[in-house]
Nanobody
Framework: QVQLVESGGGLVQAGGSLRLSCAAS????????MGWFRQAPGKEREFVVA????????YYADSVKGRFTISRENAKNTVYLQMNSLKPEDTAVYYC????????????WGQGTQVTVSS
């Protein structure tokens, strides 16, 4: 069984930055594509970004392209999401997931971490 634990969420002003982390345990995920999704109040969960197993390929939703950066450290079984130039519309619960890629529903999900961007 895989456990994914997110951390790093919080409250930030518009234009600010946050860095989310997702630590995996129970099984190495070095061969999995990993990703981040988010769900805002009253909205469906949406894909944000994914990174392939090697870290060489990434895919970003248009809404975050140029502002968010995903990375991973396979030796630490950890994935990161650096979020810059945050906007109020980025406010959501952010979930780490695996395996994750565009059009693929992940098998494993974290519990989520709240990100709130004030205007």
């Amino acid at each position: 069984q895989v456990q994914l634990v997110e951390s790093g969420g919080g409250l930030v002003q518009a234009g600010g930055s946050l860095r989310l982390s997702c630590a995996a345990s129970g099984r190495t995920l070095s061969s999995y594509a990993m990703g981040w999704f988010r769900q805002a109040p009253g909205k469906e969960r949406e894909f944000v970004v994914a990174i392939n197993w090697s870290g060489l390929n990434t895919y970003y939703a248009d809404s975050v392209k140029g502002r968010f950066t995903i990375s991973r450290e396979n030796a630490k079984n950890t994935v990161y999401l650096q979020m810059n130039s945050l906007k109020p519309e980025d406010t959501a619960v952010y979930y780490c997931a695996a395996p994750a890629w565009v059009g693929r529903i992940p098998d494993y999900w974290g519990q989520g971490t709240q990100v709130t961007v004030s205007s």
